[in-house]
């Protein structure tokens, strides 16, 4: 996630949206979320990054989309 010259990147929208919706009880992502953006040098180690420390992996691409990975879909066990 980054902002580079004050545009945020896709996963850091995503991530003031998923805030926004957990204050109004509507939550849009797993509570324990890590957002990456997809298509970066380092999006592979960061989705095993957020899935070792037992966060679900939001990748969000560039259109705005998303894919949830909980950890459990990659090491097929409960992490947490």
Sequence with gaps: MSVENGVQSPASRLMDEAI???IEERPIVPE???FIDAGTPYTDRKIWQAVEEGYAAVVV???GSKRVVPPEAIVGRDVA
């Design 61 to 63: 691409y560039p259109d």
């Design 32 to 34: 324990r979320s890590s």
């Design 20 to 22: 926004d919706r957990a």
